[in-house]
C-alpha cells in the first residue's frame, strides 16, 4: 500500500515537468537603424512561467 503511494506521488510530480510551459515572447517595437544599414532595433518582452528560468547571457562591448 505505501509502496503504490510512493509510486503514485512521483508520477504526480513527474507529470508536471513533461507539461511544463515555454517563455513568452512578445515584440513590441521594430525600427531598421538609419546610421547602420542592414541592421535594425528590437523591443521585446519575456515573460517567463512559474519556476522556470533561462541561463546568463552577456551582450559583451568592444569598442
Do not use: E, F, Q, R
Given at each position: 500500500m505505501t509502496f503504490t503511494k510512493v509510486i503514485l506521488a512521483l508520477?504526480?510530480?513527474?507529470?508536471g515537468t513533461l507539461v511544463a510551459q515555454e517563455a513568452k515572447v512578445t515584440q513590441l517595437l521594430?525600427?531598421?537603424?538609419t546610421?547602420?544599414?542592414g541592421k535594425e532595433g528590437?523591443?521585446?518582452t519575456v515573460e517567463y512561467p512559474p519556476g522556470s528560468s533561462d541561463p546568463i547571457h552577456r551582450h559583451n562591448a568592444y569598442g
Open positions: 508520477a504526480c510530480l513527474m507529470s521594430s525600427k531598421d537603424l546610421n547602420l544599414p528590437l523591443m521585446v
